[in-house]
Nanobody, 118 residues
Framework: QVQLVESGGGLVQPGGSLRLSCAASGSIFRINIMGWYRQAPGKQRDLVANISSVSTTNYVDSVKGRFTISRDNAKNTTYLQMNSLKPEDTAVYYC????????????WGQGTQVTVSS
């Protein structure tokens, strides 16, 4: 089993920055994908960005050029650096961990609130 602990959310003004962290613990399979999803009120949970064990990245179009996902494999941790934040980025951000043992496994953090408002 894998447990995910998220941190770094908060209230920020438009144009500001936040850095989210997600640390994985437990039975960590070397080949995995870590990422961030977000869910705003009245909307579905959507992928923001993810990063593979070999640092291949994917981003939703709306955050390209503003957000950067990274990872530290030695610490089993992923980071999401969010710059130039907009009100439409306001959501609960969920860390996700996916591995490929036995057909694949999927794990979620509890979520951290990001609010972008003046």
């Amino acid at each position: 089993q894998v447990q995910l602990v998220e941190s770094g959310g908060g209230l920020v003004q438009p144009g500001g920055s936040l850095r989210l962290s997600c640390a994985a613990s437990g039975s960590i399979f070397r080949i995995n994908i870590m990422g961030w999803y977000r869910q705003a009120p009245g909307k579905q949970r959507d992928l923001v960005a993810n990063i593979s064990s070999v640092s291949t990245t994917n981003y939703v179009d709306s955050v390209k050029g503003r957000f950067t996902i990274s990872r530290d494999n030695a610490k089993n941790t992923t980071y999401l650096q969010m710059n130039s934040l907009k009100p439409e980025d306001t959501a609960v951000y969920y860390c996700n961990f996916r591995d490929f043992r036995g057909g694949g496994n999927n794990y979620w953090g509890q979520g951290t609130q990001v609010t972008v408002s003046s």
